[in-house]
Nanobody, 113 residues
Framework: QVQLVESGGGLVQPGGSLRLSCAAS????????IGWHRQEERELVASITG?????YYVESVKGRFTISRDNAKNTVYLQMNSLKPEDTAVYYC?????????WGKGTLVTVSY
């Protein structure tokens, strides 16, 4: 079955950086677009095609966040720089596979002094 496991969250001061990882299994990873979402509303933050092309960033993170993937490791990353308090959220990765939405359990990012 599809599994998505996020990691890399934590507490960081405003202006700092974090890199989130999403390790995936249970499907042909390189064939699917993966998205990073945040908060209970699951706002889409960024997404990347199976071939590694970023195709979306929400306006509020453009120029600060970078999505990437390593298909050899079945992992998607979200590099977050110049973090702001309003970036505080639970971040989830997502894949739509075989007609179903699949989510990880999320990783908490807290931006605060």
């Amino acid at each position: 079955q599809v599994q998505l496991v996020e990691s890399g969250g934590g507490l960081v001061q405003p202006g700092g950086s974090l890199r989130l990882s999403c390790a995936a299994s249970g499907f042909t990873f390189s064939s699917y677009t993966i998205g990073w979402h945040r908060q209970e509303e699951r706002e889409l933050v960024a997404s990347i095609t199976g071939g590694g092309t970023p195709v979306y960033y929400v306006e509020s993170v453009k120029g600060r966040f970078t999505i990437s993937r390593d298909n050899a490791k079945n992992t998607v990353y979200l590099q977050m720089n110049s973090l702001k308090p309003e970036d505080t959220a639970v971040y989830y990765c997502h894949v739509f596979y075989d007609g179903n939405s699949n989510w990880g359990k999320g990783t908490l990012v807290t931006v605060s002094y």
